[in-house]
């Protein structure tokens, strides 16, 4: 069964910075592109980065240039540093694949970022 469990949310101040992690358990974790997706209050989940087999990354033009998306495939691990943090960042933020998604979405972790 797969199981995606993510951590490293939290409290920020506009500016600050935090780093998400996301363990990933019950799939061949190193073949699958991973993302990192977000759910704001009212809105639609999005894609905010993405990380591929060979470590190839892909951002939405919202985070491009302060977040980083990596991967541990040792670890089955995808994390993603997030800098300049700003209040529209405020969501919650969940792992999965991306042209594959997994249907077990785990629980998330909210970041909140005060202006």
């Known amino acids: 069964q797969v199981q995606l469990v993510e951590s490293g949310g939290g409290l920020v101040q506009s500016g600050g910075s935090l780093r998400l992690s996301c363990v990933a358990s019950g799939i061949a974790f190193s073949i699958y592109t991973m993302g990192w997706y977000r759910q704001a209050p009212g809105k639609q989940r999005e894609l905010v980065a993405s990380i591929t087999r060979s470590s190839s990354t892909n951002y939405a033009d919202s985070v491009k240039g302060r977040f980083t998306v990596s991967r541990d495939n040792g670890k089955n691990t995808v994390n993603l540093q997030m800098n300049s943090l700003k209040p529209e960042d405020t969501a919650v933020y969940y792992c999965?694949?991306?042209?594959?998604?997994?249907?077990?979405w785990g629980q998330g972790t909210q970041v909140t970022v005060s202006s």
């Open positions: 999965n694949g991306v042209t594959t998604i997994f249907r077990n």
